[in-house]
């Protein structure tokens, strides 16, 4: 069973910054995984944000996430990382991520709400 852990959301204004991460204490293969970060909201459901392979070479992003999200993994600590930079009022959501690519079923987080207003 593999636990994740989102943290780091918050209240920002439009152009802010926040550092969200995801943290798999318990995930004992966690540098054999591509693994990624998803969005839900009430009016648009769950939306892919960002993947990137189990050595961090490749990385991919929604469109919208281009150019402003910086996806990271520290594998000696088990560690995933979303940099969000100029942040939008359409970036409000409730953040997870979850082991593999691409969208698919949470690993059992709670989330980190990101709210830019």
């Known amino acids: 069973h593999v636990q994740l852990v989102e943290s780091g959301g918050g209240l920002v204004q439009p152009g802010g910054s926040l550092r969200l991460s995801c943290a798999g204490a318990?995930?004992?293969?966690?540098?054999?995984?591509?693994m990624t970060w998803m969005r839900q909201t009430p009016g648009k459901g769950l939306e892919l944000v960002s993947s990137i392979s189990s050595d961090g070479k490749d990385v991919a992003y929604v469109n919208s996430a281009r150019g402003r999200f910086t996806i990271s993994r520290d594998n000696a600590n088990n560690t995933l990382t979303l940099e969000m930079k100029d942040l939008k009022t359409e970036d409000t959501a409730l953040y997870y991520c979850?082991?593999?690519w691409g969208i698919g079923p949470i690993n059992g987080g709670q989330g980190t709400q990101v709210t830019v207003s």
């Open positions: 318990t995930f004992t293969r966690f540098a054999g995984y591509s």
């Open positions: 979850r082991r593999g």
